[in-house]
């Protein structure tokens, strides 16, 4: 092959690495946008990426069939985890007896 047919070939193949794309921000709150905004808001998104937004069927105590709808980014999914976890270990601390003088 000649030398000019690889270098061609190699200047396109330079022309193909994606350049990395700047993502728009969130600037809506999440649970205000519809599905159509928030499937466009993830376009070209990683399923991991802090600024993704997830939406999950939530079951609505004291109902049998209804669910709710709700939609946050995996930030705040996090975030939500994170407290709602917290709150519970608090729960369970404040409930267990505490030993007093090394007796209960």
Do not use: Y
Request: proline residues 6%; aromatic residues 6%.
């Amino acid at each position: 092959m000649p030398a000019s047919f690889l270098f061609a070939i190699a200047a396109g193949a330079a022309q193909l690495v994606a350049l990395p794309v700047e993502l728009p921000a969130l600037d809506k709150d999440p649970t205000a946008m519809s599905q159509s905004e928030i499937r466009a808001f993830n376009t070209g998104r990683d399923k991991k990426d802090p600024d993704f937004i997830r939406c999950m069927r939530l079951e609505e105590t004291g109902s049998l069939v209804r669910k709710a709808l709700s939609c946050h980014t995996n930030a705040q999914w996090e975030v939500a985890w994170r407290v709602g976890n917290q709150n519970a270990r608090d729960t369970a601390d404040a409930m267990t007896p505490k030993l007093i003088n090394g007796r209960e």
